[in-house]
């Protein structure tokens, strides 16, 4: 497991990063959210040893990150650092036997890597005659062609259209099943609520929430619920102890106080009421979309 513990950074006056933890586990695959400048790159980047943190540790499995740990990560920089001019197949390898690999084992990762990302038919040009999107799945073999203990991936899925984003997914997927912990960057919300088993939200350089996505999707969703009756709902406005999000006719959205002073609940008490009424077609909690949890956190 890899541990952030209370780091911290500053360029001049600017104080990007402020206390930051987070773990990053074993077999997970962690989405890391935050809008622009929010530090994401630079918490990566302190992982990487690229850049040193002002406070604050990172360690594997409860020791302190050392150069050649290091050399066992795998990482995909936001800025790409490929060489154009060079041929596919042959630069994958050549970083495989940069991280230490024989010859022969980096040729074998390399052909392995491209065949799963679909760019087994393309080894033989050069990095510059590719799409961008599959240059970027080049950055991903080039990020796991040494079998990486963990991978710090900045932004892997921007660009990429709905194939290659699964595509790349699997990849990705396969290594996290396989034991390694996966942290990656992101923008594409929806994207990050279907692929990431625990998130980091971080916010002006402080952590808002983390956890598992499940488990933050209860933190932040208890407190809502839909209700569908089969006449007009308006009466919930007079309910005490509700505040009422929306209102269609018959269907409504309400957020609720979660106990009464009686400690009776009162999404139970709303209930019985709407079962007084009539038929109530739905009663549901409403799940919390990344999106809100997102919003809601920072
Ligand atoms: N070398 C540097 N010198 C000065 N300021 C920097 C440096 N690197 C980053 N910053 C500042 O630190 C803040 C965080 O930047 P960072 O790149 O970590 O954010 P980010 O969350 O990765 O953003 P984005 O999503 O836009 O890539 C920004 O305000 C940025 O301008």
């Not at 795998?74 to 036997?97: A, C, D, T």
Request: charged share 25%; hydrophobic share 40%.
């Amino acid at each position: 497991m890899l541990t952030v513990t209370t780091i911290s950074r500053s360029f001049g006056d600017h104080r990007v990063l402020d206390d930051v933890s987070f773990d990053v586990r074993p077999g997970r695959m962690t989405g890391f959210l935050g809008a622009n400048g929010s530090g994401k790159t630079t918490t990566m980047r302190i992982i990487l040893g690229v850049l040193a943190a002002q406070g604050g540790t990172v360690t594997w499995h409860g020791k302190p990150v050392t150069q050649p740990l290091r050399q066992r990560f795998g990482y995909m920089p936001e800025e790409r650092g490929l060489y154009p001019k060079m041929k596919v197949g042959e630069q994958i390898s050549w970083f495989g036997r940069l991280h230490g690999l024989s010859q022969a084992k980096a040729n074998r990762n390399t052909e392995r890597l491209l065949e799963q990302l679909d760019l087994a038919q393309r080894a033989n040009d050069n990095l510059e005659e590719l799409s961008l999107g599959n240059q970027q799945r080049a950055q991903v073999a080039a990020a796991l062609v040494h079998d990486p203990a963990l991978l710090i991936l900045d932004e892997p899925f921007s660009g990429l259209d709905p194939i290659a984003v699964d595509t790349v997914l699997r990849v990705l997927r396969e290594r996290a099943a396989d034991g390694v912990p996966v942290l990656f960057s992101s923008h594409q919300l929806a994207l990050v609520e279907r692929l990431c088993d625990d998130l980091v939200i971080i916010s002006g350089g402080r952590i808002a929430a983390s956890g598992g996505r499940e488990e933050l999707r209860e933190r932040y969703g208890t407190k809502r619920w839909e209700l569908v009756v089969d006449s007009d709902a308006g009466w919930l406005r007079d309910v005490p102890g509700i505040r009422l999000i929306s209102l269609d006719g018959p269907k409504a959205v309400f957020e609720l106080a979660e106990h009464t002073a009686d400690g009776e609940r009162v999404d139970q008490r709303v209930l019985r009421a709407a079962l007084e009424r009539g038929e109530v077609r739905g009663f549901t909690p409403v799940v919390p979309s990344l999106d809100e949890i997102f919003k809601e956190a920072i």
